[in-house]
């Protein structure tokens, strides 16, 4: 199984909508995949209309008992496994064991962890996909980047954005040595205006230039089919129509580079 993270401390660059898509067209193209909210503001629980009453053990105490089992609920794409976020999960993002209110030992490792002891689980699945915080001090992203075969930053180029990419990259950095993993990262410019020599097109063009190699070719527009699916608690690859399927194909040229750095791993190359 491979883990595709999406992280950026920044607000509303696109985490949870990046999220639902990269599991949505993955999902059309045969996969198999589980997705975790790991927010807790659950945004992408309430999207898919998915809470912690639908499960019998809430993520925030999976994370602490290593138990995956009875975590899990299914959603309306049969491709798509959920791990709905709850309440509890803000404890552990202050690095606190929701029960006992002490702090949590080894909570860089409470994702990876989780994952190696449930692997009968996780390995029915071809790929996950974790959702974030936009709170990169806290805990939860960087557990789930620790978990990460590849980290997904998705960048709006206005102010400040660059740095948030920035600071993700030096906590990639101080985190590598819990990791057994790659932590391989691509940055996404994401809800771009892309009307020729737009102030969206130049920025998003200057950050590209800026991070180099770390940016990927596909530049997400800013088109309504992703707010409009995620309304009706779809990814635009599960949603008809002509805005949709356009938008779905920004994702899969998106997914073939992706698959690019991962080595082909997760076999959708073009
Ligand atoms: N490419 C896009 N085109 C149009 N709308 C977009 C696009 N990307 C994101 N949005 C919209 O922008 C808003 C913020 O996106 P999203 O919730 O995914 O950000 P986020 O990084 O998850 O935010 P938070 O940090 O609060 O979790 C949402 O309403 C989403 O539907
Ligand atoms: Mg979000």
Not at 59 to 86: K, M, Q, Y
Not at 112 to 135: F, H, K
Not at 234 to 252: R, S
Request: with cysteine; glycine share 8%.
């Amino acid at each position: 199984m491979t883990t595709i993270v999406v992280a950026n401390r920044k607000g509303g660059c696109g985490k949870t909508m990046l999220s639902l898509n990269i599991a949505g067209t993955l999902a059309s193209q045969g996969k198999r995949v589980l997705l975790i909210d790991l927010d807790p503001q659950g945004s992408l629980s309430e999207i898919l209309h998915r809470y912690p009453d639908d499960v019998q053990r809430p993520i925030s105490r999976s994370l602490v008992s290593g138990h995956l089992e009875g975590a899990l609920t299914s959603t309306a794409i049969p491709a798509i496994d959920f791990v709905p976020a709850d309440d509890e999960l803000s404890d552990i993002n202050h690095g606190l064991d929701p029960v006992s209110r002490r702090t949590i030992r080894g909570r860089e490792r409470l994702l990876a962890d989780l994952l190696a002891r449930s692997e009968d689980l996780v390995n029915g699945y071809d790929i996950l996909v974790v959702d974030t915080p936009p709170d990169t001090k806290g805990e939860l992203t960087s557990t789930a980047i620790v978990a990460a075969d590849l980290i997904v930053v998705p960048i709006d180029p206005h102010a400040g954005a660059r740095g948030a990419a920035a600071d993700l990259i030096t906590l990639a950095d101080e985190l590598r040595s819990f990791s057994a993993h790659p932590m391989n990262m691509a940055l996404v410019l994401n809800r771009i205006k892309m009307q020729t020599g737009s102030y969206d097109l130049q920025a998003a063009e200057a950050a590209m230039e800026a991070f180099g190699d770390l940016a990927c070719k596909t530049i997400i527009p800013s088109w309504l089919a992703y707010p409009k699916a995620a309304e009706d608690g779809l990814p635009v690859a599960f949603v008809k129509g002509a805005d949709f399927t356009k938008a779905n194909a920004i994702i899969k040229e998106l997914m073939g580079e992706l698959d690019d750095i991962l080595d082909g791993e997760l076999g959708v190359r073009s």
